[in-house]
């Protein structure tokens, strides 16, 4: 089993629209849980931390729920440069930062 | 100024060669690592240094070997290169305390091409 799984997708939706990706991983002693973005050819940068309580950040929420190990991102009202893959990611006791394989949006016009 | 540079960003070379990849940081973190990401886009760590010493050394070839003259400085020599070894390879840093890691920036990363 993977430590960290995500839908690969692509998620195909148009602009405005509101997209749920989830995550689940594996090391119940994972400590930290983040949202990656990475574009095309590009580096992965950090979207967002995710905390236990739920946190947003403009129009991205992040979940975490640690009893299922389940952690979720929403996008609300999406725009084309939202078109990206999603990397859900976790850190181990070691700061040791595990990736998902990524969840790829496509935000149409 | 780029935080975390690294050279070259594209690589060409032939099977059997030996080949080096370098980074830098300008960020004064303590902790800097190699990453992996394979055709299928899948991101895994390489190695981790902290302050000039290897913390992480997750199951890679000893083909693969980082240095790390300085605490800003972190380079992966390749040798014998093999078609496998063809992916792109990104370098990140991060500040850790003992109690907090405050979250990874990575380099552009270097696309590895073995022919």
């Known amino acids: 089993r993977k430590e960290v799984e995500q839908d690969p997708g692509p998620f195909n939706v148009p602009e405005g629209a509101t997209v749920a990706f989830n995550c689940t991983y594996s090391?119940?002693?994972?400590?930290?849980f983040f949202w990656y973005r990475q574009d095309c050819r590009k580096e992965p940068k950090l979207l967002m931390s995710?905390?236990?309580s739920g946190n947003e950040d403009g129009r991205f929420t992040a979940q975490l729920n640690r009893a299922s190990q389940y952690i979720s991102l929403l996008i609300r009202d999406s725009k084309l440069s939202d078109s990206a893959t999603y990397l859900c990611?976790?850190?181990?006791?070691?700061?040791?930062?595990?990736f998902g394989s990524g969840t790829r949006l496509l935000v149409r016009p | 100024d780029t935080a975390v540079s690294q050279t070259p960003k594209y690589l060409v070379t032939q099977m059997g060669n030996d080949k080096s990849i370098k980074c830098e940081q300008n960020?004064?973190?303590?902790?800097m690592y190699w990453y992996k990401q394979d055709s299928k886009k899948f991101l895994k760590i390489m190695f981790s240094?902290?302050?000039?010493?290897?913390?992480i050394n997750e199951t890679v070839p000893n083909r693969f070997s980082p240095k790390s003259p300085d605490k800003a400085h972190l380079n992966l020599h390749i040798n014998s290169l093999e078609l496998g070894d063809s992916a792109v390879y990104f370098c990140?840093?991060?500040?850790?305390?003992?109690?907090?890691?405050?979250?990874?920036?990575f380099g552009s990363g270097t696309r590895l091409t073995v022919v």
């Open positions: 990140a840093s991060s500040h850790v305390t003992q109690d907090f890691n405050y979250g990874y920036t």
């Open positions: 960020l004064g973190h303590d902790t």
């Open positions: 990611v976790v850190m181990d006791s070691s700061y040791k930062l595990i």
């Open positions: 995710v905390y236990s």
């Open positions: 090391n119940s002693a994972s400590q930290s």
């Open positions: 240094y902290n302050n000039k010493e290897l913390i």
